[in-house]
């Protein structure tokens, strides 16, 4: 599945179960995610987002490890099933 598509997908499946997934843009930090996940009680989630077969850059892998290290949840969706298990661990 498309990159774009996915994201329109995680937009409105996020904002059906009561939060916002906001577009992350960093002008000074290259490679970080491109959604920004935000649920009720206080719980951020990043998302880098790839069409189906694509893999993240070097910087955006390097991005997403410094937001764990951080005790984020930052995750790469880049399928219909890689969407839904996100979507699964959100609510739980
Ligand atoms: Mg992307």
């Known amino acids: 599945m498309n990159e774009k598509l996915l994201e329109k997908k995680l937009r ?11 577009k992350f843009g960093t002008t ?39 937001l764990t290290d951080l005790g984020f949840k930052a995750v790469v969706i880049d399928s219909q099933e890689s969407l839904a298990q996100f979507l699964n661990n959100l609510i739980q």
């Open 12 to 22: 409105e499946k996020v904002k059906k179960l009561g939060g916002l997934a906001l």
């Open 28 to 66: 000074y930090h290259t490679g970080m995610p491109d959604r920004i996940v935000l649920m009720p009680g206080g719980k951020a989630n990043f998302v880098e987002l790839k069409s189906t077969g694509k893999k993240p850059t070097t910087l955006q892998v390097k991005s997403l490890e410094l």
